[in-house]
């Protein structure tokens, strides 16, 4: 039993140390994000910055196929065989091969095509010369995610988040140093394109330093089959994910002018926030959930499920709660211009909990071998999505894009953990969750108490504060659960 209790343990660790790490590190990339968001937004105003946020859209969506999937093939295919190598070199080997090869050809196309999608989206003169640039820094980006990948499937937290650093932070400088010199977007473009291939070249380096892995080209016929049935389904998953994840912020550009993608984007930023846990999360639960399903081991895997689930819940309220609460003083940060985007804030925030509340479902079932059925899952909510941003941009505006996308948000995640409960009869809920719920509430009260006293920066400020402390207050009082509490004396053990 003790065995088995301490196996349980190693399990959460691992993902715990991840999830730390990743937090931290995301941490950083959101305090660089918002410098840099905040720069371009003081200096460019709504109407430039939408080009530039709809530009590098249309950059991350190509890069949802970029590589073919074989980011998460990758951190599958490493961590299920650890004791081979030289079969771990070969799938190294193949997914840089994918990779560079579907990154390039992608952004050939969306170099020839730029005209076209300026023409059919926000028809900026300026729009066509910057997506060009952009698309420099696609392939960059994706071989970036395979050494990111390399880190994750060898449940190496501190490469993973090193290599998450890389890129935001290169970026931060480069692009303000060329914003400082005087330039405007198409020097922004530019200073972002350099910044990626800095960040592949450092991110390179750093995997050949740290790891004994070398990328290896003797493929072998029924390897690559096994690769490619594996990431093929993926890279559908993700290519359909972006239709309830980001479309709706093309529709925007469609429909309405660049000053509201501009708004719609700084918001729809904030709320990502709310995702920090659940990302933190999800950077080690995906291995060590391949591994204990690939031995079998169902009562650890549940275990790690609903403790995991339960973690992102509790830390992303903490999150939510201020951001909420203040969204008009955290938006007037960017601009008086953009404050008209709370109620979006409002509605992503609702969606964000949604899928804070269900945990790492999606990437349990990807790695319970339904990677056919989340492919349908994004395919078929995507599809809903875009009727339903069609329709409601058009008969609502700004508001309407954030109620279609937030609502099916929403809805997926309710059939993620359905699916995962019934194809794998693993339910990740207990009646533990009611002390974060009430924690929230307490705070919630002392934050809105504190905005009849208190107004702008200065609310925002010590209302955060207040709120968080009476979270965490609230949540001691009412008692730890006992996984967490047995997981942080067995981190204090390490310790002594």
């Not at 990626?196 to 740290?210: E, I, K, M, P, V």
């Not at 959930?289 to 903490?318: F, Q």
């Not at 109620?343 to 964000?352: D, E, K």
Request: charged share 10%; glycine share 6%; with cysteine.
């Amino acid at each position: 039993m003790a065995t088995d209790s301490s196996s349980k343990l190693s399990s959460l660790r691992s993902v715990a140390d991840g999830a730390t790490l990743h937090y931290v590190g995301t941490v950083v990339v959101n305090a660089v994000g918002f410098l840099l968001n905040l720069a371009l937004t003081r200096t460019l105003g709504a109407s430039v910055y939408g080009i530039y946020a709809y530009g590098t859209l249309v950059i991350s969506s190509a890069l949802t196929f970029a590589n073919l999937g074989s980011d998460v093939s990758t951190t599958r295919y490493l961590s299920a065989n650890r004791n081979d190598q030289a079969y771990q070199n070969r799938v190294l080997g193949l997914s840089y091969l994918t990779t560079a090869v579907v990154s390039l050809l992608a952004a050939t196309a969306l170099y020839l095509a730029a005209p076209a999608i300026n023409a059919y989206t926000l028809e900026e003169p300026l729009f066509t010369p910057a997506l060009r640039i952009f698309a420099i820094a696609l392939p960059f980006q994706a071989l970036t995610r395979v050494v990111s990948s390399t880190f994750r499937g060898l449940e190496r937290a501190v490469g993973k988040t090193v290599v998450l650093v890389l890129g935001p932070v290169l970026r931060l400088l480069v692009v303000v140093s060329a914003i400082l010199v005087g330039y405007s977007l198409l020097g922004v473009a530019a200073a972002y394109a350099v910044a990626c291939l800095l960040a592949f070249l450092a991110a390179l380096s750093y995997a050949l330093a740290r790891t004994d892995l070398r990328p290896e080209w003797d493929l072998r016929r029924e390897e690559v089959t096994a690769f490619y049935d594996y990431s093929a389904p993926l890279t559908l998953s993700k290519a359909a994910s972006f239709l309830f994840k980001r479309v709706d912020v093309l529709m925007v550009g469609i429909f309405l002018a660049s000053a509201s993608v501009g708004v719609y984007n700084v918001a729809v930023l904030l709320a990502t926030v709310i995702a920090m846990p659940l990302g933190g999360i999800n950077q080690l639960f995906p291995p060590v959930a391949s591994r204990l399903h690939a031995n079998g081991d169902r009562d650890e895997l549940e275990d790690v499920y609903a403790t995991v689930t339960r973690w992102s819940i509790t830390a992303s309220l903490l999150l939510a709660l201020p951001l909420f609460v203040y969204r008009a003083e955290v938006l007037s940060l960017f601009g008086p211009e953009f404050v008209v985007g709370t109620g979006v804030v409002a509605l992503f925030i609702a969606g964000q909990l949604f899928n804070a509340a269900a945990g790492p479902a999606n990437d349990l079932l990807t790695m319970t071998d339904h990677q056919y059925l989340v492919m349908a899952n994004h395919f078929c909510f995507g599809v809903v999505n875009v009727v339903l941003n069609y329709l409601f941009i058009l008969e609502f505006g700004l508001i309407g894009a954030a109620l279609a996308t937030a609502g099916v948000l929403a809805s997926l995640n309710v059939v993620r953990v359905v699916e995962v409960w019934y194809l794998e009869g693993l339910f990740a809920y207990s009646t533990a969750l009611w002390k974060p719920l009430a924690a929230a509430t307490v705070a919630a009260t002392t934050m809105v108490v504190l905005g009849l006293y208190l107004d702008g920066y200065v609310l925002f400020v010590v209302g955060s504060a207040a709120g968080a402390l009476a979270f965490l207050a609230s949540l001691y009082q009412f008692g730890l659960a006992q996984r967490d509490v047995e997981l942080a004396g067995d981190y204090l053990e390490l310790m002594s």
